[in-house]
Structures are given as structure tokens and as C-alpha cells.
């Protein structure tokens, strides 16, 4: 009977872990939009070209010219250009009528933090480490003459020396210490972690130059042959993160208009998320970050690692949704109150667009597989589709204001 009940105790915690990773697509949910396909193996590659400097500021953003493709490091131009920003289809709208999809939950047992070893899947894989050359391109609807075609930057720097950085996710599992079981880097909101509520967020300062108080979080990118010297180290151990953690060259923060229409002001503590951070298990849906190459414009992976050629570096990609349901400042599932535009950029009925942010990070990072990797849940194995980042909305109601009119009247502010 004693040998019973010890192995009850050893595989119970395993057992609630794999029920927390379980999930679900939502019904009715589309496919991610950029494929998997290789490009044409004989088309010449594109010229790279230096990263972004890493003072924590992008440089001064290019549009490029005449082609129907666009760098996803860089804002798109007149809107004939090819970004990232925008998945296809209005099947990424999320049905009301479907229960919430708990695989989207990053949180687990507050109980257990140190997943059993045996849970921990080993990876990333040689196959996931593709050159840039070979990825996809990736398309962009085409801009109405209502289009709102400005730009407004929060400029929040890059979390250099790992000053706000923390394995937990209040969104989704609140009140929860390591409920993401991977590092979250931290821009803008000094306080943020897993006990933050609006009166904490309202109350604290900020690294944005602009007084923008809102939280914008990412997980860490690691070279795999690094050490971690962190306070957490052991616990990221454990949870199958290892490595020098690599802070981003660069952090750009930039909030854009729809193709189809003017934007209004988002509310005060609007909670958005991106990305799937469970999608090495939950399927493709929800996946919509972008890896990419610093001047390698219209190409970018989904699922690999992008190998960049010499004096280019790694970028990525997310992109918020932006239709909202103009009532709710979050949902059960924390996706169904704010989606995605259709394909031809235009907000489902009833709802609303409000300005696309979009994350864009660059890395200086070795050209060879299996050098770095993002952080992951345990049973993820590091896999680049998992990527994912989360945005609270703190601005006051004057400065998101300037946000709208910015965007509105087609400036860059």
C-alpha cells in the first residue's frame, strides 16, 4: 500500500502537467497564414544588410519600393507591399459559441513549479534551423483610400541587463509565480508580474520615453551553449530552459492603422495576447509570429529558425490583433474579445479596429543550427511556433488619443 501511494505522489504532478499542456483549436479557426513551403531554391537570395543598433531604438523606418513584398523587420509602406503583420481569412476570428480554449492558459498548478524531468521535451532539432532563402513570402491586403496609414512609436528600450524579467504571466495565469515556466523579458511597466492588477499597473513608472505606462513582454531567446548566471537559473533548468539569455539589439514598439478604415482609441487596461504558446501541441491556429533576416525584405518562417546570411541578424515579428469587440477589455479565453482583421484587412462585423501594435525584435545571433532558441513550456521542446507576446494598455486616455490621431491623419509620430 506505501509503494502505492509514493507512486501516486510522483505521477500526479506529471499528470496535471499534461492536462494544463492539453488543448484544444478553436472551432472554425483557420490556418496560420504564412506557409511552410521552401521557396524556390534557384531564385537568388536578397542582400543583407546590418542590423538595427543596440542602443534600444530602431532606426529610421524604410518602406521599399514598387514590389509586393516587404522586410517583416520593417512598417509597411503605401500597403501594396507584403508584411507579416496581417494573416489571411476572417477564420481567425474566434467563435463565441466555442468554449474558451484552456491551451492557451500559460498558467499551470501553483503548487508545482518544477515539472518532472520526464515531461521536459528535448529540442530544438537541426530541421527547425533553415536559411532565410528558403522561407515563404508572406502578403499583405492592398490599402483602400480609407486606409489610416500612420505609425506611433513607443520608444521602451530593450530590457538591457535583464532588469525586468520574470517567468510569470498575469494575464493568463494570475496570482500564479513561474505560471509561464519560461522568461519573460519586460519593456515599458516597471512593475509587472504575476500579481499585477490595473491599480498596480496605473501606479507604477515606466522605461518609455513617452510616459506610456503600458506592459509589452516577449520570452527570452538563449544561445543554448551559454551560461545562465541569473537568479533563476535553477528553476529555468528545470524547466528546460538553458543558456546565456540574449538581450534584443533592438526593441521597436509601434502601433498601425487598418487598410480598410479609420481606428478609435483603445480602452484603458485592454488585455491583448499573440501567438500560441502551446502550439507545438494545440496545432497551427493561433501561430502568428514571424522569424525573419534584417534586409531580407518578404520572407519569413512560421515554424524554423531563420538562418541569416553575414551582417544580417534575426527578427521577430508580432503582431497583435486589432478588431475589438468594442465592449470588453478581455475574455474568458483572452482572445475572443479582440481579433484578427480578415484578408483583405477589414474588422469582422461587430467589431472595431483599434491601432495593430506590433513588436518587432532583432537578435545578433550565430548563422548555425541549434545556437539559440526561445524559451518554451517544457513539454514545447523549444519550438519556434510557440513564440508569443502580450500587451496590456496603459496609456492615458490623452496620450492614446495622440496615438489615433497620428494614425488617422497618416503621420509618424
Known amino acids: 500500500m506505501e509503494r502505492k501511494r509514493i507512486a501516486f505522489a510522483v505521477l500526479a504532478p506529471a499528470l496535471a502537467l499534461a492536462v494544463s499542456a492539453a488543448g484544444t483549436t478553436p472551432a472554425g479557426a483557420a490556418a496560420p497564414y504564412l506557409l511552410t513551403a521552401p521557396a524556390d531554391p534557384s531564385r537568388p537570395p536578397d542582400g543583407g544588410a546590418p542590423g538595427a543598433p543596440g542602443d534600444g531604438t530602431a532606426p529610421p523606418s524604410q518602406d521599399p519600393g514598387g514590389g509586393q513584398t516587404a522586410d517583416p523587420s520593417q512598417p509597411p509602406g503605401d500597403g501594396q507591399t507584403a508584411d507579416p503583420s496581417q494573416p489571411p481569412g476572417d477564420g481567425q476570428t474566434a467563435d463565441p459559441s466555442q468554449p474558451p480554449d484552456d491551451g492557451q492558459n500559460e498558467g499551470g498548478d501553483a503548487g508545482q513549479e518544477q515539472p518532472p524531468p520526464s515531461v521536459i521535451k528535448p529540442g530544438p532539432t537541426p530541421e527547425q534551423f533553415v536559411s532565410i532563402r528558403r522561407a515563404p513570402r508572406v502578403q499583405v491586403p492592398r490599402s483602400s483610400r480609407r486606409a489610416s496609414t500612420g505609425r506611433f512609436t513607443s520608444r521602451c528600450g530593450v530590457n538591457a541587463g535583464q532588469r525586468h524579467s520574470n517567468p510569470d504571466n498575469f494575464i493568463v495565469a494570475p496570482g500564479v509565480q513561474n505560471g509561464a515556466h519560461h522568461i519573460h523579458d519586460y519593456v515599458g511597466n516597471l512593475t509587472a508580474d504575476a500579481f499585477s492588477t490595473d491599480e498596480s499597473l496605473a501606479a ?210
Not at 275 to 282: E, L, V
Not at 303 to 320: A, H, I, N
Not at 325 to 333: E, K, L
Not at 367 to 378: E, I
Open 204 to 413: 507604477s513608472g515606466t522605461t518609455c520615453s513617452n510616459g506610456d505606462k503600458s506592459t509589452y513582454y516577449w520570452p527570452v531567446v538563449r544561445l543554448r551553449d551559454g551560461q545562465d548566471g541569473s537568479e533563476r537559473a535553477e528553476q529555468s533548468k528545470a524547466d528546460g530552459n538553458v543558456g546565456s539569455i540574449v538581450t534584443p539589439s533592438s526593441a521597436r514598439i509601434q502601433f498601425l492603422g487598418n487598410p480598410r478604415g479609420k481606428v478609435v482609441a483603445m480602452p484603458r487596461f485592454l488585455r491583448v495576447i499573440m501567438g500560441d504558446a502551446k502550439a507545438g501541441t494545440n496545432g497551427l491556429a493561433n501561430a502568428k509570429a514571424s522569424w525573419g533576416c534584417s534586409g531580407v525584405p518578404g520572407r519569413a518562417f512560421t515554424d524554423k529558425y531563420p538562418l541569416c546570411p553575414r551582417g544580417s541578424q534575426v527578427t521577430r515579428t508580432l503582431t497583435f490583433p486589432s478588431c475589438w469587440d468594442g465592449q470588453n477589455t478581455d475574455s474568458a479565453n483572452h482572445r475572443t474579445h479582440i481579433v484578427f482583421p480578415g484578408a483583405n484587412g477589414a474588422c469582422p462585423q461587430g467589431t472595431r479596429a483599434v491601432p495593430q501594435l506590433r513588436l518587432t525584435l532583432s537578435y545578433r545571433v550565430p548563422a548555425r543550427a541549434l545556437a539559440f532558441a526561445l524559451d518554451t513550456f517544457p513539454e514545447q521542446g523549444h519550438d519556434p511556433v510557440t513564440d508569443h507576446a502580450d500587451f496590456v494598455n496603459v496609456m492615458s486616455e490623452g496620450l492614446m488619443q495622440r496615438a489615433v490621431n497620428c494614425i488617422n491623419s497618416g503621420r509618424r509620430c
